[in-house]
């Protein structure tokens, strides 16, 4: 994990919606759609960006749609009040996010390691919007690229997932 930055940082972050939302999609920080976070807020250089858009299109073209099963309904974060539902941590899903985490540490990204990797623990949030229920599933078939501004979020660009099978 990197920390210093001598240049502009960029923050994003990298989910699968599970709906279809557009590119340019703007909305309140508090007020996410139902998602599954791939790589949690990460940080890097603005000069990176567009490097990353590209090796982030290589990486989904390649991937077959993942199959996310909702276990149980628990509460995450600082102060445990925030309601989620797990998501099994299929041998498929790990994958994806070590790739994704791979391919922004190569690009010198800071992020917090606590919830990264080996720690790294998908979960539905459970929104106003809505949320998906223990025993559910559901098949991710794209992931978003979003800037992670301090009071809103904006999607950056959409890939879909086996574009280049």
């Avoid at 979960?123 to 501004?149: N, W």
Wanted: aromatic fraction near 8%; glycine fraction near 8%.
């Amino acid at each position: 994990m990197h920390t210093e930055r001598a240049m502009p940082e960029k923050k994003l972050i990298v989910v699968s919606f599970f709906e279809d939302l557009e590119p340019g999609y703007r909305f309140p920080a508090g007020d996410w759609p139902v998602h599954l976070t791939l790589l949690l807020p990460f940080g890097i250089e603005e000069t990176s960006v567009s490097d990353l858009e590209a090796r982030l299109a290589d990486v989904f073209a390649r991937q077959d749609p993942v199959e996310v099963v909702c276990e149980e309904a628990v509460q995450f974060g600082p102060q445990g009040n925030t309601p989620v539902t797990t998501v099994r941590r299929s041998a498929e899903l790990q994958s994806l996010h070590d790739a994704l985490l791979e391919l922004i540490d190569e690009r010198g990204a800071s992020y917090d390691p606590r919830w990264s990797g080996g720690e790294y623990r998908p979960h539905v949030t459970r929104q106003a919007r809505g949320a998906m229920e223990p025993g559910e599933s559901a098949e991710l078939r794209s992931a978003s690229l979003l800037d992670y501004e301090e009071t809103t979020r904006t999607i950056r660009r959409t890939y879909p997932f086996g574009a280049g099978s």
